[in-house]
């Protein structure tokens, strides 16, 4: 009888363990991330402003979201790959190719094939959104909005790579940081 209550106090402490690690494993990733990564600057385009079931955030649809298929090269929908990531003359990134490895002393992100179309791969990125305070979310999604759209098109986001995580570090609009262009209008 011992080992059996013994035997479950162990499954239970192993359960809330789980339970407590995988979100610290998480945010722990995210954090280091965040501190340690490279800074990469990703033009954004216009996207849909209101999605009532995501809650508080800016949308975003990354302009620079595919990449040329290397000949001979296979992937399929949804499969995962590994996007190298070069910084243009203009000081924006790009992403220069696939591999299916993870690759070594290069950047790059972690992203799933969205579609392929010739000798292109359409990417679903690991970052579509930025996170905002709620009260400044709204005013932040119209004037990300409203300069999306513009001719110039001068909103991007800053995101730090890291060992193929990423996370967005904050969102730009006319050179100017969200939080402060919300405060500021």
Same mark, same amino acid.
């Given at each position: ?15 809330? /363990?789980? !339970?407590? *690690? ?13 501190? %340690?990564?490279? $800074?990469? #600057?990703?033009?954004? !385009? ?24 290397? !000949? ?6 949804? !499969? #995962? ?5 070069? =910084? ?5 990134? @790009?992403?220069?190719?696939? @591999?299916? /490895? ?7 992100? &972690?992203?799933?094939?969205?579609? $392929?179309?010739?000798? $292109?791969?359409? /990417? ?12 400044? %979310?709204?005013? *932040?999604? @119209? ?11 001068? &909103?991007? +986001?800053?995101?730090? =790579?890291?060992?193929?995580?990423? %996370?967005?570090?904050?969102?730009? +609009?006319?050179? +100017?940081? $969200? ?7």
């Amino acid at each position: 009888e011992f080992r059996r209550v013994l035997f479950r106090s162990g499954c239970y402490l192993m359960a809330m /363990l789980a !339970q407590v *690690a995988v979100p610290a494993t998480m945010i722990w990733g995210h954090e280091r991330t965040l501190a %340690a990564g490279s $800074v990469y #600057k990703f033009r954004t !385009q216009p996207v849909d402003p209101y999605d009532a079931f995501r809650g508080r955030y800016v949308s975003l649809r990354i302009e620079e979201s595919h990449a040329p298929l290397v !000949q001979g090269l296979t992937v399929e929908r949804g !499969q #995962k790959v590994y996007a190298l990531i070069e =910084v243009g003359a203009d000081g924006f990134a @790009r992403l220069s190719g696939i @591999r299916i /490895l993870p690759p070594v002393g290069v950047p790059y992100l &972690t992203a799933h094939v969205y579609y $392929v179309t010739g000798s $292109v791969v359409q /990417l679903r990125l690991p970052f579509d959104r930025c996170y905002m305070e709620e009260s400044r %979310a709204p005013a *932040a999604e @119209r004037a990300y909005q409203e300069h999306s759209h513009a001719a110039s098109r001068n &909103t991007y +986001i800053a995101v730090r =790579v890291l060992d193929g995580t990423s %996370a967005v570090e904050s969102l730009w +609009i006319e050179g +100017i940081s $969200v939080h402060d262009f919300v405060s500021v209008k």
